[in-house]
């Protein structure tokens, strides 16, 4: 895979402190561990806003996780394209049927150390169905999940213990979905309107 803002020295450590003081300054919190594996899938779930796609960025510098995420190759057009793949970016082209999932397992089986991060929603838009790709990639690359979450309402972040699929795909979907049960995005929907959520003061230091 090419090099990323998370390998590039000098740079990495830059932003690593950058990273540290921002989210200190800002409220957020860290939880929980990354995976021990040098490979796996990583979601994370809900994605209501793009300040979601900063703050990952923050959270993957503290806890030294070197990310890739996949993006809709809109983002990667003239100027943005180099920027947004220093920054982690693979650029997929939604209009075409082309085959993703195997050329992402291609790109596993070939790393000695590689994650990449997966919008399981697929949108900002409220969904009631997880697109699976993620799941399918990670069983046929056979490497666990890593659980990343943001909780807006608490302001914390981080991982849920790491998960490994066993192949049943829709007993798998559900204990997956019901780990994210009680973790809020920025927004969330009230009678078919997107609403900013309250912060829950009870976590605030």
């Known amino acids: 895979m090419h090099s990323t803002i998370f390998t590039t020295p000098i740079i990495r450590h830059f932003f690593y402190l950058l990273s540290w003081i921002g989210l200190k300054l800002s409220g957020w919190k860290l939880e929980g561990e990354p995976p021990k594996e040098k490979k796996y899938v990583l979601i994370a ?9 900063p703050i990952t960025l923050a959270f ?7 990310i890739y995420w996949m993006g809709k190759d809109s983002l990667f057009k003239g100027i943005l394209g180099p920027i947004m793949r220093f920054l982690g970016g693979i650029s997929i082209d939604r209009s075409k049927s082309n085959n993703t999932v195997s050329q992402i397992v291609d ?3 070939g790393a000695e150390e590689m994650v990449v991060t997966i919008p399981v929603e697929g949108t900002r838009a409220k969904v009631d169905k997880w697109k699976t790709g993620f799941y399918y990639i990670a069983a046929g690359a056979n490497v666990p999940i890593g659980r990343a979450f943001l909780d807006y309402k608490k ?9 490994y699929p066993t192949g049943d795909l829709d007993a798998d ?4 979905q019901a780990g994210y049960k009680g973790i809020s995005g920025l927004y969330e929907w009230k009678e078919g309107k ?3 959520i309250k912060r ?3 976590f605030a230091s």
């Open 194 to 196: 997107k609403t900013k």
């Open 173 to 176: 979907l559900a204990e997956l």
């Open 200 to 202: 829950d003061k009870t």
């Open 45 to 53: 779930v809900p994605h209501t806003t793009n300040w979601d796609f």
């Open 155 to 163: 302001k914390i972040g981080g991982f849920q213990p790491t998960f």
């Open 60 to 66: 993957s510098f503290i806890f030294g996780v070197k």
């Open 107 to 109: 790109a596993y089986n």
